[in-house]
């Protein structure tokens, strides 16, 4: 399990994450939900090492390993080096965990890169693609994935979804967060709800038919009053 | 794919990713502007590092310099992110980097002899690879907008990676100590000239030059104004100090006018090839080296002139062309 525990993290005066509690269980797909400035990234930048100098628990239930060594992460925007292929770059990525290069063409099979174009060239959809390719070649035990549906098409948001749903039936346990309310809640098993640094509620598959009207009164609670005196 | 690319240690593939990455950059930057610019680049740090190395305490400066400018490179690295994903121990990979980087300057300390100096070298170059990258900045977002940021953003950016703001006290500092040396302030022009010139290294968005360019003229002329006023403006106390020592005032108006001229060869040659960083930075690599081998051969003046009619024309084109597109 990666587990979360009371988590705060502040830059300067400004508090992000107010005593934030979460955990990714194996074979579970969990969603993380809240507005821009809500803490995601930041979560996941503190869960993941990127950051330093917050308070609280992170840790996992594998035995001497630690977070970045048994999960894999797929950032909002993935960085790829000028002047360097699709391929070299997921070369690149298992050498530099010391992982062996295994044949690449099953999986590109289902994901259509050009690998050997350079990886800057590509389209947003085929970089995160490439990025998600990466991580899914290294067999982690844990998947964090922020805004994997960004810029991805509707065959590729459709893959995906497929992709998510087989590795959670595998065991791995995934973290993502998306801003399309409609596909998280399709693929989630449960869900973490971010406002303001803190976790506002914590929903089960079962409790998704309210999140929606949960979060628009969270997030607009005046401009809903506002909008019912209009229409 | 080989046994050994399969087995590499990540230091070694990290290694061999810059060495591809910068195999292909040369190839871009093109065997003809190669050919011109590595015999100036080696010559004139070759001149400035044999100085330096026979000089009892110029040699401590060596070592100085070359870690602030690998730490004004690491600080600006965009990768520092990334290599943190990919995996925990990837300082070493930079520490490698950097430490090879370092060596030719080490070598040459060595066979001057300056033993002590090439192994300060060696042991900052490694230290530089522990020091934080640039933030992430999350004050900037909340700092104030003010025209002078949105002029000078070239200024400020650059003055934030290459922490320029306190280098530049530093060298009026040092160059006021050693006033009775006209050396002394020419060094320091020479230091703050390469700040500057980090200040010029980096592509504005195009965004950015679509929405100010009217037309290529009246847009270098307002860069050019703005980055001239500033650079004079930082350059005075050095000048001041040119101006009260042997060089006098005759002395310190011709190094004024010279160090503005090459700050403005900075700019027009930043636009002569925007947005593609790599051509105009090794053309503004080429103009530095010449103007310092300018004494060193008949020809240096010649292309110097070249360089000074040439890139404010191809700017005014490239400009167009961009002006045009929009």
Redesign the interface.
Known sequence: MLEVVDLHKAYGQHEVLRGVSLAVRPGTIHGLVGANGAGKTTLINCLYGLETGFTGVIRTAAAGSSVRECTGLVPYEPHFYPRLTGREYVEFCLQARRRAVPDLRPWNQLLDLPLDQYADEYSAGMKKKLALLAVLVQDFAYLILDEPFNGLDLEANLLLKEILKRLRDRGTGLLLTSHILGTLTEVADEASVLVGGRVQRHYTAAEFGTLEADLLAALHGEKLTHLRTLL | ?SFA??????TE??LR?RL??TG??LR?VGAVRLALLLPFLFMSVGQVLAVATAHPRGQWAVPVVVAWLLLSVHRQR??Y??L?????G?RTWLAWEYALLASPVAVVLVAGRAYGAAGLLLALALLVAWTPPRGED??SR?RWRSPFRSEAFEWVSGMRATKGLWLWPVLVGLAGWQRASPLAPLAALLIWVLVLLACYGTAEPVSMLALAARSPRQFLRRRLGLGLGYAAATAVPFWALLVSGPAGWGGALAVAVSWLALVALFVVAKYAFYPNETHFRTTQGLVLSIVLLLLGHPLYPVLLLVAAFGLPWQSRRRLQQLIDYK
């Open positions: 794919m690319d399969v087995w590499a240690s990540p593939a990290y990713l591809r990455l292909r950059l871009e965009d990768d992110r990334f943190a994903t990919t995996a925990p990837f999350r004050a909340r």
